[in-house]
T-cell receptor, first 117, second 114 residues
Framework: AQSVTQLGSHVSVSEGALVLLRCNYSSSVPPYLFWYVQYPNQGLQLLLKYTTGATLVKGINGFEAEFKKSETSFHLTKPSAHMSDAAEYFCAVSINAGGTSYGKLTFGQGTILTVHP | EAQVTQNPRYLITVTGKKLTVTCSQNMNHEYMSWYRQDPGLGLRQIYYSMNVEVTDKGDVPEGYKVSRKEKRNFPLILESPSPNQTSLYFC?????????????FGSGTRLTVV
């Protein structure tokens, strides 16, 4: 079975500072990895995803993430935080398997990002 | 506009009173799924459906039922709601449900059971 751990339930940064949200996964087969963002009172929006190929993935709003197999990590970064980045972020994993794992996204616990002026 | 529509957005109900949360998608997606979101636990899958009349349990199916009589609709049924089902619920759909599929999420239904 696959699992995801997000390190830090709350992260606070200043506007203009680097954003780093940590995600580690566990999977017995090659994973497919996702980052979603949830703004207050809204659904989940896909930021970026890693399926195969290039390990550095660029997403929307200036975010990117790097798949590191040796570290089982998929950390999310953004060079310069904006006030509008304040939201909750979820890392998720999916695998290419049948049975009850088919199509399932397994989510981390979420990280709330606060951006200070 | 391609979207997943859930109704209602907010619902307060009493213990034991049957309720249905509707979910509809207009993208002709085969795969649909229900998740619940709880603080500190992220989102957990309740049920999923790979196509019409094909449904299966996710990680936390107890107390819930689903049906998939039409491709576009995937209602979530709580036959006897209890306070521990107070949560934020999301419906999601994808074209094929494979691991690299993009998922479209609804806006959520916040349910309170008193």
């Amino acid at each position: 079975a696959q699992s995801v751990t997000q390190l830090g339930s709350h992260v606070s940064v200043s506007e203009g500072a680097l954003v780093l949200l940590r995600c580690n996964y566990s999977s017995s087969v090659p994973p497919y990895l996702f980052w979603y963002v949830q703004y207050p009172n809204q659904g989940l929006q896909l930021l970026l995803k890693y399926t195969t190929g290039a390990t550095l993935v660029k997403g929307i709003n200036g975010f990117e993430a790097e798949f590191k197999k040796s570290e089982t990590s998929f950390h999310l970064t953004k060079p310069s935080a904006h006030m509008s980045d304040a939201a909750e972020y979820f890392c998720a994993v999916s695998i290419n398997a049948g049975g009850t794992s088919y199509g399932k996204l397994t989510f981390g616990q979420g990280t709330i990002l606060t951006v200070h002026p | 506009e391609a979207q997943v529509t859930q109704n209602p957005r907010y619902l307060i109900t009493v213990t034991g009173k049957k309720l249905t949360v509707t979910c509809s998608q207009n993208m002709n997606h085969e795969y649909m799924s229900w998740y619940r979101q709880d603080p500190g636990l992220g989102l957990r899958q309740i049920y999923y459906s790979m196509n019409v009349e094909v449904t299966d349990k996710g990680d936390v199916p107890e107390g819930y039922k689903v049906s998939r009589k039409e491709k576009r609709n995937f209602p979530l049924i709580l036959e006897s709601p209890s306070p521990n089902q107070t949560s934020l619920y999301f419906c999601a759909s994808s074209l094929g449900g494979g691991p690299g599929s993009g998922y479209t999420f609804g806006s959520g239904t916040r349910l309170t059971v008193v």
